[in-house]
């Protein structure tokens, strides 16, 4: 099934590129949080949508453009999340640092996730604990890695006074910064061991993310040392959390 989806995440990638490279306009407009959504936002839903809806009929899908309400999902064990245009601000901004973000939820945990950026056509990929990264045509098994001093990976768009007080209290380390869920990556991969995170998430932001981490060796645990769960409840919200090697 994860290459099913891995390839439905490039047919979303798809349908957002031509937006981004000006083939069809981009239609911005605004939510009722003030975030901004996209014609690419939506046509990547509808592409997903269709195909999930194809290849697992009796699994549901929450997706961020398709908020399901409490009543219809609030029993629901085994669940599809996705946010089909991750990093709706680096697309505006066209900086590349976007992606489509796919994860299948089993009793609150990620057990499958796809994160593809369509710009570098990077696909991340993770199930039954394992996760790879393709890259021009070549997938290789992915695991985290120790580094001295760490390299902390933050968010461009979401800086806050609690990410520099913690910062600050780090000790020794090196920070770089990156859109989207790509900065689980960055910890997945090895090339960055710590991504803290106080800003406000949603679950569709995180969950496919979650799930290469998590695969890869690293810890996804809320700042009271509990691992990210996703059990639906009514808010989207997730609580602060960090990805850590450690």
């Known amino acids: 099934m994860l290459e099913h989806v891995c390839q439905l995440a490039r047919n ?3 349908a957002i590129m031509q937006i981004y490279d000006g083939v ?3 239609e911005i407009t605004s939510k009722q949080d003030d975030s901004p959504v996209t014609a690419a936002d939506i046509a990547a839903h509808v592409v997903i949508l269709e195909g999930l809806q194809a290849l697992t009929p009796d699994i549901p899908v929450l997706s961020e453009e398709d908020p ?5 999902r609030q029993h629901w064990q085994r669940y599809w999340l996705v946010d089909p245009l991750d990093g709706t601000k680096e697309f505006i901004k066209r900086n590349g640092e976007f992606t489509v973000n796919i994860a299948l939820i089993d009793k609150g945990k990620p ?5 593809y950026a369509p710009v570098m056509k990077v696909m991340y990929s993770a199930a039954e604990g394992k996760a790879w990264k393709e890259e021009c045509g070549i997938r290789k098994q992915i695991q985290v890695r120790d580094a001295r001093p760490p390299l902390v990976v933050i968010s461009r768009s979401h800086a806050d006074s609690e990410m520099k007080e913690y910062l600050q209290q780090l000790g020794e380390h090196q920070t770089t910064s990156i859109g989207s869920s790509l900065k689980f990556c960055l910890v997945a991969e090895g090339q960055a061991q710590l991504y803290p995170r106080f800003g406000p998430t949603n679950v569709w932001d995180t969950a496919a993310g979650h799930a290469v981490a998590a695969a890869a060796g690293a810890h996804v645990y809320d700042w009271q040392g509990k691992p990210l769960n996703y ?3 009514e808010s989207f919200l997730n609580p602060g959390f960090r990805v850590s090697i450690y």
């Open 12 to 14: 979303a990638g798809d």
């Open 24 to 26: 069809k306009p981009m």
């Open 68 to 72: 399901q309400s409490w009543d219809v």
């Open 111 to 115: 057990v499958l996730g796809v994160v």
């Open 231 to 233: 059990t639906p409840r």
